[in-house]
């Protein structure tokens, strides 16, 4: 949503050197951190610190468990609130991200003039995550995990006004591919729910959820860029800033926490204390399973380009129609699998084109 960010690597200063820092998102999503580099291309190239094989191994690895994470979710859901479930994954987040700047004796504010953007990068994320989540309780994980993978294709269809990059024909033609999947899956979704005696405006309310989500990750991932550098220019967030991503996770984790806080006045009469083992083992392992995912999201950027990774991490659709149908036992109609397919092609499609010469501009 995602999504989802790792320990990533970042360029720093006009040298472009390549150096260890740490960003940590989920959304979700899942995955709008892990993609924060600058689009691929020479800039995006291999740095060369880890075999193509492994790279490519750590980026299937993660997405497989970007997927349990979302089954984590979906499993703690069913005994906790979404407010208690992002708890979990924020204080796990803010934690490690603490003690990584506390280690290196580093400040958590970036330079000045980052604060606006690490606000709306902070909003942004918990938003993404907060309709990612509400999505998983209310849709089959299979469902949810596709609509949520759409946000590359809606960055490619805002990033000429917000990043300053050229629209596309491929965007365009992704973008219809994406929605015609989102169209099959509601429509397999209406009919499902109808047939099965559903809790009327449930699946509808998961569907709005799980789109709105995957605008917020889009948002998120354009703040990222953004924050890291990224962007011709020429849109309207123009100009380069720099902030270590560890910096960005930090902020994130703690605007978050901030909202959560606010929020708790409403949101702490539905927290649940007497829960069976189980569910208590799902919810702590929602940030366990990310920090695990974004580790090896790391691992994969060290050694190939931001849209090969992103082309890889499709591979989590994939593994939540395998873990909806094995360990959820939910039913998968062809509408579903149709959908997911139009949107898988979508986002790859927009995966190459960020780690290919951008086609001419529309």
């Not at 497989?64 to 796990?92: E, G």
């Not at 992704?174 to 929605?179: D, G, I, K, L, M």
Request: hydrophobic residues 50%; contains cysteine.
């Amino acid at each position: 949503t995602v999504e989802c960010t790792p320990i990533c690597f970042v360029r720093s200063g006009p040298s472009k050197v390549l150096t260890g820092s740490v960003a940590v998102d989920v959304t979700q999503s899942h995955v709008a951190d892990n993609r924060a580099d600058d689009g691929g291309g020479a800039q995006g190239a291999s740095t060369g610190k880890v075999p193509f094989a492994c790279a490519v191994l750590a980026f299937v690895a993660s997405a497989a468990f970007h997927s349990v994470f979302s089954l984590c979710i979906k499993l703690s859901s069913k005994s906790f609130p979404v407010a208690q479930i992002m708890w979990s994954r924020y204080i796990t987040q803010w934690l490690c991200s603490s003690a990584i700047l506390l280690a290196r004796r580093e400040s958590c504010f970036g330079p000045p003039g980052a604060g606006t953007f690490l606000l709306g990068r902070g909003l942004f994320g918990v938003a993404a995550q907060a309709c990612h989540t509400f999505a998983v309780t209310r849709l089959p994980l299979a469902d949810a995990v596709s609509l949520h993978t759409m946000y590359p294709v809606i960055t490619a269809l805002l990033a000429p006004a917000f990043l300053g990059e050229p629209l596309t024909w491929r965007a365009v033609l992704s973008a219809v591919a994406a929605t015609s999947g989102c169209v099959l899956i509601s429509q397999g979704r209406a009919a499902h729910g109808a047939a099965g005696g559903a809790r009327p405006g449930s699946p509808s309310l998961g569907l709005g959820a799980a789109l709105l989500g995957a605008f917020f990750a889009s948002a998120t991932y354009m703040l990222i860029r953004r924050l890291r550098g990224g962007g011709g220019g020429g849109g309207s967030m123009g100009g380069a800033l720099v902030v270590k991503s560890e910096v960005v996770v930090w902020a994130y984790s703690a605007i978050s926490l901030a909202a959560l806080v606010v929020a708790l006045p409403a949101s702490a009469p539905s927290f649940v204390f007497a829960a069976p083992t189980p569910a208590w083992a799902a919810l702590l392992a929602v940030g366990g399973v990310s920090i695990a995912e974004q580790l090896l999201v790391t691992l994969g950027f060290a050694g190939v380009s931001a849209g090969v990774g992103t082309l890889l991490m499709t591979t989590e659709t994939a593994f939540a129609f395998l873990l909806s149908w094995t360990v959820l036992r939910e039913s998968i109609g062809w509408t579903t699998a149709l959908g997911a397919s139009f949107i898988a092609a979508a986002v790859v499609s927009s995966a190459l084109a960020a780690g290919a010469a951008a086609p001419p501009p529309l």
